[in-house]
Each structure stands twice: as C-alpha cells, then as structure tokens.
C-alpha cells in the first residue's frame, strides 16, 4: 500500500498569501494518478486538481498543482477567505487507492 | 446535474449489521463505477469499496473485506453498502462517490461526491 504523507499538518497564513503544501509518497506514482481535495467543516471534499496539474471543473486559476515521483505539492497562489480549510491529496495507480492525512491551512 | 443523495446511518451496536443507500440522479448508475469512502470523527479519508461500471466487478479495503458488500439496483438507480459484523472502529462518515474517471479496482479520483451519512458503532 502507497502512504502519502502530508506536510505540514497545519499551516497559519494571512489573507493574500501564498500556501505550499506537501504530498509524499512512499513509493512512485504516476502523475497521472494523484489528485487534490478541499474540504470544509461539514462538508463533503471536493476535486481541485486531477492528474497532479490538472485543475477540476470550475476551480479557480489560484490554484495549482506539480511534482513527480513521490514528491507533490499543491499551490495556492494568493489565498482567499474561502481557501482556509483542510487539504488531502490521494493517489489512485496503485491499489487500494489512498489519500494522505490532511493539511490545514488556518488563518494567522 | 449529477446528486447523489446518502440515507441509512445511524446508531448500531458491535457486531451488528446497517445497509447505506445512495440515490443517484442525473447520470444512469449502471454504467458508471462507484465507490464508497468514509471519514471518522476527526480523521482523514478512507477508500471502503468500489464497483466497477457495467461489469459489476467488487473491491473492498482490506478493513472491511469479508463484513461489507457494495452493490447497486439499476432499477431504482441507488448504490448500497451492506455492513456487517461491525466495529466501533467503522464509526465514520460514509460518503458515495462517483469518479471522474475509472482505472479498475475501485480506482479513481472523486469527481461528485454525496453529503455524507454518519453511522455510529456504540454499545
């Protein structure tokens, strides 16, 4: 089984800035197979990024993901009141698929 | 537009047994794979079991195989969950899935996903 590891587990950041969050995992996976969700208190998680770079319907440019290999990282350009939240990433090449333990990004 | 809509959570004792259901609107589930995915209280997500598209194919988490059987009514366009055997630790979120694209074996990334039904596994 694929373990992802998120890093970090929270992050404190002010409106404006910029997010980096980490996904690795403990054996390659294709890019073609890791995605991004968000998901807020209360709610179901919803699709960013698909195939490492590829922005869902709808999520907005700010947004972006990049990596290879084991190493991922998503990117929110300029953080918006609406982007604080927490973050999973998932990887689904390999069986059973299996998604990391969360980044939360909270306001500073 | 695609819905799906969970049901059937709730209060069950150890070893006992509950069946989700998922009504799905807006696409024809017998086509299309799905997946089951939950969420304890305070922790991260969790891939449970999977159906394949017209085939039908089955996948479970190793956690649940053997207890838990995913399956599907075309007719009234609903996917269930039968659980059985349960365990305090299968107290979770359960949430239905539907990929945006399918890879076998319940593989996929979660495109549409349903609001959720809690099921709490407590004597």
């Known amino acids: 089984e694929i373990v992802l590891t998120q890093s970090p587990g929270t992050l404190s950041l002010s409106p404006g800035e910029r997010a980096t969050l980490s996904c690795r995992a403990s054996?390659?996976?294709?890019?073609?197979?890791l995605a991004w969700y968000q998901q807020k208190a209360g709610q179901a998680p919803r699709l960013l990024i698909y195939?490492?770079?590829s922005r869902a319907t709808g999520i907005p440019d700010r947004f972006s993901g990049s990596g290879s290999g084991t190493d991922f990282t998503l990117t929110i350009s300029r953080l918006e009141p609406e982007d604080f939240a927490v973050y999973y990433c998932?990887?689904?090449?390999?069986?059973?698929?299996?998604f990391g333990q969360g980044t939360k990004v909270e306001i500073k | 537009e695609v819905q799906l809509l969970e049901s059937g959570g709730g209060l069950v004792q150890p070893g006992g047994s509950l069946r989700l259901s998922c009504a799905a609107s807006?696409?024809?589930?017998?086509?299309?794979?799905m997946s089951w995915v939950r969420q304890a209280p305070g922790k991260g997500l969790e891939w449970v079991s999977g159906?394949?598209?017209?085939?039908?194919?089955?996948y479970h988490a190793d956690s649940v195989k053997g207890r838990f059987t995913i399956s599907r009514d075309n007719s009234k366009n609903t996917l269930y969950l039968q659980m059985n055997s349960l365990r305090a630790e299968d107290t979770a979120v359960y949430y239905c899935?539907?990929?945006?694209?399918?890879?076998?074996?319940?593989?996929?990334?979660?495109?549409?996903w349903g609001q959720g039904t809690l099921v709490t596994v407590s004597s």
């Open positions: 899935a539907k990929p945006m694209s399918y890879y076998g074996s319940g593989k996929g990334c979660f495109e549409y």
């Open positions: 807006g696409f024809t589930l017998s086509s299309q794979a």
């Open positions: 159906i394949g598209g017209s085939g039908g194919n089955t």
């Open positions: 054996q390659s996976v294709s890019s073609t197979y």
């Open positions: 195939g490492a770079s």
């Open positions: 998932q990887q689904y090449g390999s069986s059973p698929q299996t």
